[in-house]
């Protein structure tokens, strides 16, 4: 089946440490995107990338990293300078806008990240 | 930078009652428009859109017009059910593929 498959689901880490959560999708999108969603504050952007081995900052990249050197692939890495990183994220796909795609976005199921 | 801005909820409402979700937004260009929503313990999902100034989306009875000079997508809906209940999106997208959020709305529906 197609789809966005996140990894892992839940994840614990000790402040300090950088950690680097997955998203694999076969959906042959060429848009994908992270973001963060908090109690009371929505999505919100972290990075995204319309095209392999391209990406830009969304609203709050700071403390974040990605790479896109495979077209299925888009980790993001939370590192130790993300201040807050306790949160839950969302990796999502989209199709283009244009003649018969509607441009939505196809979410995994998320993985929350918990700093002890 | 660009915005969207929703009605803060909790909205409560009762059954059969007419919803309305007020959503604006401040963007660069002409953004495309979309409310999704996100039911319990279930992901998000595409509600409806919008491309160009005018366009009415339309889904499961709910309805947005994408207003231009008012720079809104006011989500409504003319008769709520208790399955309705649920988180609500208002997001825009914009020519370089940047897709914003809202903070969302939740939606209690009383039976």
């Known amino acids: 089946d197609g789809g966005i498959t996140q990894s892992p689901k839940y994840l614990f880490r000790k402040e300090g440490q950088n950690v680097t959560l997955s998203c694999e999708q076969n959906?042959?999108?060429?848009?994908m995107y992270w973001y963060r969603q908090d109690p009371g504050q929505g999505l919100r952007l972290i990075y995204y990338?319309?095209?392999?081995?391209?990406?830009q900052k969304g609203d709050i990249a700071e403390g974040y990293s990605v790479s896109r050197e495979k077209k299925e692939s888009f980790p993001l890495t939370v590192t130790s300078a993300q201040k807050n990183p306790t949160a839950f994220y969302l990796c999502?796909?989209?199709?283009?806008?244009?003649?018969?795609?509607?441009?939505?976005?196809?979410f995994g199921e998320g993985s929350r990240l918990t700093v002890l | 930078g660009d915005s969207v801005t929703q009605m803060e909820g909790p909205v409560t409402l009762s059954e059969e009652a007419f919803l309305t979700i007020n959503c604006t937004y401040t963007?660069?260009?002409?953004?495309?428009l979309f409310w999704y929503v996100q039911y319990p313990g279930e992901g998000l999902q595409l509600l409806l859109k919008?491309?160009?100034?005018?366009d009415k989306g339309s889904n499961k009875g709910f309805e947005a017009t994408y207003r231009k000079e008012t720079t809104s997508f006011h989500l409504e809906k003319g008769s709520v059910q208790v399955s309705d209940s649920a988180v609500y999106f208002c997001?825009?997208?914009?020519?370089?593929?940047?897709?914003?959020f809202g903070k969302g709305t939740r939606l209690h529906i009383l039976p």
């Open positions: 999502a796909s989209s199709t283009p806008m244009g003649g018969s795609n509607t441009g939505e976005l196809f």
């Open positions: 959906l042959n999108h060429d848009a």
């Open positions: 990338s319309q095209i392999v081995n391209d990406f």
């Open positions: 963007a660069t260009g002409y953004p495309s």
């Open positions: 919008a491309t160009k100034a005018d």
């Open positions: 997001a825009l997208r914009r020519r370089d593929d940047k897709i914003i």
